[in-house]
């Protein structure tokens, strides 16, 4: 029997990242190719023609699974019935500009958007943040939106996740897919924390811990982690613009794997709410490596944490903290 429909809201549909992910939502990339989809695309007014043009196109496609399109720029019409959310939309950080700049432009659209999920979405509404400060968007929007239970709020280092997977098996000379759990810690910002200590890669010689296939622990703790955190300014300055079809990618994939479940004995990472889990803050959205089964994520647990990388989860939980305060402040105007 044909599947039933999954209704899917995208916000700042009419943008970079929006214009290469709702193809690939269309096409069966994020939830399987026997699964329909309808797509709900969110932007704002000056983006509507824009927006217009995006479902011109996904028509033009004439995908398979995709049963119908809503493209407005209502909130409450965009969250009305929606399964599963991508926030994609928010104030750019421009130029010249800072975090702490862009955050009083983002706190009173993720409040909004918030209670729009919270009257409109379903109950079980999965929630994907990727506007940056994603971890921090994140948190507004769990704060904002109580009655939404804390495990359904997420948000994007799948794209750190996957840059540190290629990184890895760029050096070994192996394809991404030969190489799994390492661990992105914390924030999606320079501060985040590439993890290489408990990942395997199967190379010729079969499956070993990284750490014995490259024997090179100064490299994996300094060039791969500034190569990992840097990505996204690198893609920046060669492209004029944030990195786009990777993000969008990396968002099919987070959301496969939290929907459909992760392939055993692999992890991957996820902003979540933190349990105080390896000591940090409970309550703060931080990168942990997760494992999923039946839609439902869990942190792995138990893995071991050196005096090295220590320090770097603690700094990034800083970063956090601090950004949290700042959230705080404009919450309070
Ligand atoms: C990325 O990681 O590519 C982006 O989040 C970078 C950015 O600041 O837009």
Redesign the pocket.
């Known amino acids: 029997m044909a599947k039933d429909a999954i209704k899917i809201l995208v916000t700042g549909a009419a943008g970079q990242i929006g214009y290469a992910l709702v193809p690939m939502i269309a096409r069966g990339i994020m939830l399987g190719l026997d699964q329909p989809v309808i797509l709900h695309m969110l932007d704002v007014e000056p983006a509507a023609k824009a927006l217009e043009g995006v479902k011109m196109e996904l028509i033009d496609a004439a995908f398979p699974l995709l049963q119908g399109i809503i493209a407005t720029t209502d909130v409450i019409e965009a969250c009305r019935g929606v399964n599963i959310a991508v926030m994609v939309g928010g104030f750019?950080?421009k130029e010249g500009m800072e975090r702490k700049d862009v955050m009083p432009r983002n706190v009173p659209i993720f409040r909004a958007q918030a209670s729009a999920l919270e009257q409109h979405a379903a109950p079980d509404c999965k929630v994907l943040v990727i506007a940056?400060p994603?971890n921090t968007n994140a948190l507004i929007l769990k704060e904002s939106a109580p009655s939404i239970p804390a495990k359904s709020i997420t948000c994007l280092t799948r794209?750190?996740h996957n840059r540190a997977l290629s990184h890895i098996a760029d050096r070994l000379n192996v394809q991404a897919s030969n190489v799994k759990n390492v661990i992105i810690w914390g924030n999606?910002s320079s501060s985040q924390y590439p993890d290489a200590h408990h990942a395997i890669a199967i190379t010729s010689i079969g499956e070993k811990s990284v750490k014995e296939l490259i024997a090179d622990d100064h490299w994996l703790d300094t060039e791969y982690v500034a190569f990992v955190q840097q990505?996204?300014?690198a893609?920046?300055k060669a492209r004029k613009l944030?990195?786009a079809l990777?993000?969008a990618s990396a968002a099919c994939d987070h959301i496969r794997d939290w929907v459909l479940g992760t392939p055993k004995g692999t992890w991957v990472s996820m902003g979540v709410y933190s349990d105080g889990s390896y000591g940090i803050e409970p309550g703060l959205i931080y990168s942990f490596p997760v494992t999923c089964q039946k839609g439902e994520w869990s942190i792995v647990q138990g893995l071991n944490i050196n005096e090295f990388s220590r320090e770097k989860l603690d700094a990034t939980a800083k970063e956090l903290v601090e950004e949290k305060s700042l959230a705080y402040s404009c919450l309070d105007n």
Do not use: F, Q, T
Request: aromatic content about 0%; hydrophobic content about 40%.
């Open positions: 750019p950080c940056n994603a794209l750190d999606h990505r996204g300014a893609i920046i944030s990195s990777s993000a």
